[in-house]
C-alpha cells in the first residue's frame, strides 16, 4: 500500500498568513494525488485535484504543487473560513489512501 | 441541487450485518465510479471500496474484503454498502464519495452516517 505522510499534524496560524501543507507518498504517484478540507461534523470538500488543478468555486488562495513523491498545498492570506482540517489523497493505486491530515488553528 | 444522501447507520453487535444506503441525485449517477470511505472517531480517512459505473469493476480495502460488498442499481440512483460480519473496529463514519471522471479525485461527498459496533 501507499503511505501518505502529512506534516504538519496541526498549525496555528493568523489571519492573512501563508500556510504550507506537505504531503509525501512512499511511492512515486504521478500527480494522482487531492487535497480535501474539512471542518468538524461536516464531509470534506474537494479543493485541488491531480495535484495542482483548483476545483471549480474554490478560491484562488488555494495552491497545490508536486509530482512523483513530494506535494504542497499552500493557503495565500488564510481566511476566517480556512481554519479547518486538511488531508491529501492519492488516486494513483488501489488501495486509495490518506493522509493523517492537518488542522489548521487560529493564532 | 446535487447531492449524496447516505442512510441506514446505526448500533450493531460484533458479528452483526448492516447495510448502507447512498441515494444519488443532480447528476448522472450511472456515468460515475463510485466509493465508500469511512472515519472513525480521532482517526484519518481509511478507503473501504470502490465500483465503476457499470459495476464491471470493484476494489476492496483488505480490512473488509470478504466482508464487504459493494454495489449500485444506476437506474435508482442507489450505491449500497452490505457490511457482514462486523467488527469493534469498523465503527465510524461512513461516507459515500463520487469519483470525478478525469482523475479519481472525490468531487461529492454525502454527509455521512454513522456505524457503531459494540456488545
Known amino acids: 500500500d501507499i503511505q501518505m505522510t502529512q506534516t504538519p499534524s496541526s498549525v496555528s496560524a493568523s489571519v492573512g498568513d501563508s500556510v504550507t501543507i506537505s504531503c509525501r507518498a512512499s511511492?512515486?504517484?504521478?500527480?494522482?494525488l487531492a487535497w480535501y478540507q474539512q471542518k468538524p461534523g461536516k464531509a470534506p470538500k474537494l479543493l485541488i485535484y491531480?495535484?495542482?488543478s483548483l476545483q471549480s468555486g474554490v478560491p484562488s488562495r488555494f495552491s497545490g504543487s508536486g509530482s512523483g513523491t513530494d506535494f504542497t498545498l499552500t493557503i495565500s492570506g488564510l481566511q476566517p473560513d480556512d481554519y479547518a482540517t486538511y488531508f491529501c489523497?492519492?488516486?494513483?493505486?488501489?488501495?486509495?489512501?490518506f493522509g493523517g491530515g492537518t488542522k489548521v488553528e487560529i493564532k | 441541487q446535487m447531492q449524496l444522501v447516505e442512510s441506514g447507520g446505526g448500533v450493531v453487535q460484533p458479528g452483526g450485518s448492516l447495510r448502507l444506503s447512498c441515494a444519488a441525485s443532480?447528476?448522472?449517477?450511472?456515468?460515475?465510479?463510485m466509493h465508500w470511505v469511512r472515519q472513525a472517531p480521532g482517526k484519518e480517512m481509511e478507503w473501504m471500496a470502490f465500483?465503476?459505473?457499470?459495476?464491471?469493476?470493484?476494489n476492496y480495502a483488505d480490512s473488509v474484503k470478504g466482508r464487504f460488498i459493494i454495489s449500485r442499481v444506476n437506474y435508482q440512483n442507489i450505491l449500497y454498502l452490505q457490511m457482514n460480519g462486523l467488527r469493534v473496529e469498523d465503527t465510524a463514519v461512513y461516507y459515500c464519495?463520487?469519483?470525478?471522471?478525469?482523475?479519481?479525485?472525490?468531487?461529492?461527498w454525502g454527509q455521512g452516517t454513522t456505524v457503531t459496533v459494540t456488545s
Open positions: 464519495a463520487k469519483e470525478q471522471a478525469v482523475d479519481g479525485a472525490f468531487d461529492m
Open positions: 443532480g447528476f448522472t449517477f450511472g456515468g460515475f465510479g
Open positions: 465500483i465503476q459505473r457499470d459495476s464491471g469493476n470493484k
Open positions: 511511492q512515486p504517484i504521478r500527480t494522482w
Open positions: 491531480a495535484a495542482s
Open positions: 489523497q492519492q488516486a494513483n493505486t488501489f488501495p486509495l489512501t
